[in-house]
């Protein structure tokens, strides 16, 4: 064969519409959802099978904004009556366990500024013509 070989572009089952957050996640959940979902699927970052990790990315984050309205209302110490030593808030304990949890998510779908500079494994959107070795774009 003559001339220059066609890109082949492996469809493997990235999301190409948003879906709408699940009913179950909560609203601050979906107001998360809302915001990186979208960018997911426009990089091409969306697979039918990542849905479980973004929901439970989006309910983690859910979690760090709903028990930063509890901190922000009742403050991050509890002063026992008995007057003991003062003590973390319940609600910080829960809100720094979403957070590890929300920022370990995102560095897995791709969602921190670190995981997106990372050399793609599975790139279908090159427009050079040219494809890598392994699929890797560097």
Same mark, same amino acid.
């Given at each position: /064969? ?11 089952? !990235? ?12 609203? *601050? ?18 697979? $039918?099978?990542?849905?479980? *990790? ?7 984050? $859910? ?19 008995? $007057? ?14 979403? /957070? ?22 599975? !790139? ?15």
């Amino acid at each position: /064969m003559r001339g220059v070989k066609p890109y082949l572009a492996v469809d493997n089952g !990235d999301l190409k519409q948003i879906p709408d957050p699940p009913e179950w996640i909560g609203e *601050s959940a979906a107001d998360e959802w809302r915001r990186a979902v979208p960018d997911l699927v426009a990089r091409g970052r969306l697979n $039918g099978a990542d849905l479980g *990790s973004v929901e439970a990315y989006c309910v983690a984050m $859910g979690q760090v904004r709903d028990l930063q309205a509890i901190l922000i209302e009742k403050g991050p110490v509890i002063y026992p009556q008995n $007057g003991g030593l003062p003590k973390r808030h319940p609600a910080a304990v829960m809100q720094a366990e979403a /957070m590890s949890t929300a920022l370990r998510l995102a560095a897995e779908l791709g969602l921190t500024p670190v995981s997106r500079g990372r050399p793609s494994l599975r !790139d279908n959107h090159r427009d050079d013509g040219n494809q890598s070795l392994f699929g890797v774009d560097f």
